[in-house]
Every structure is written in C-alpha cells, then in structure tokens.
Nanobody, 122 residues
Framework: QVQLVESGGGLVQAEDSLRLTCAAS????????MGWFRQAPGKEREFVAA???????WYADSVKGRFTISRDNAKNTVYLQMNSLTPEDTAIYYC????????????????WGQGTQVTVSS
C-alpha cells in the first residue's frame, strides 16, 4: 500500500515556475513507477510526465522542454519542476504510482494522491 500526498501548487503568472512535490509512504517506494497527471475543468485527465523505478523519464509533448520529473528514493519523493507556465497548464495535478513499468495511461496506475491545484494567470 502506498499513500501519496502532493504539495506545491498555487496561483502564478504566465512564465513563472512551480515545483510540485509528491511525498510517498511505504518502504518500497523505489520499486514503483511514478507519474504526474492533470485534469482541467471539463477535460479528461491527461498524462504529464512519468519516471521509472531507477531511470527513464517520459513527457507529454505539451510539456516537453518545460517540465522536469525527478525522484529521490531516499526521501520517498517525486518532483515535477514546471517552468515557463502558461494558462493552458491550469489544472489539478495528481501524483500516481504503480508497481510495474511506466505507462502513460492513467487507469493503469494503482495509487493516487488527492491532487494539488495549479492556476496560471495570463
């Protein structure tokens, strides 16, 4: 069982940066693939970024070059550094975990955090 808690969201202006943090419980965090997803009002949940157990990162085309996912297994934490934010990045951001290889499909993740709101004003 893994519990995930996101933090770091907020209200920022376009071109600003934010770093989201996802703190995980459990002693086997390092064995989980981790993902970030987001959901804007009236839209479906969409993949943002993912990181494998040890290495390997994947990004949605819309965030590639602006967002960076990383993890610190010693701290049971995964991060999402978001730069050059635009109003189109406004959404609730969710952290997710699965005990298998990385996937971009949100319904293949086993554990979810409660989400953190990111709002980008123009």
């Amino acid at each position: 069982q893994v519990q995930l808690v996101e933090s770091g969201g907020g209200l920022v202006q376009a071109e600003d940066s934010l770093r989201l943090t996802c703190a995980a419980s459990g002693r086997t965090f390092s064995t989980y693939a981790m993902g970030w997803f987001r959901q804007a009002p009236g839209k479906e949940r969409e993949f943002v970024a993912a990181i494998g157990e040890i290495t390997g990162t994947w990004y949605a085309d819309s965030v590639k070059g602006r967002f960076t996912i990383s993890r610190d297994n010693a701290k049971n934490t995964v991060y999402l550094q978001m730069n050059s934010l635009t109003p189109e990045d406004t959404a609730i951001y969710y952290c997710a975990a699965r005990m298998s290889r990385v996937t971009k499909e949100w319904d293949e993740y086993d554990y979810w955090g409660q989400g953190t709101q990111v709002t980008v004003s123009s």
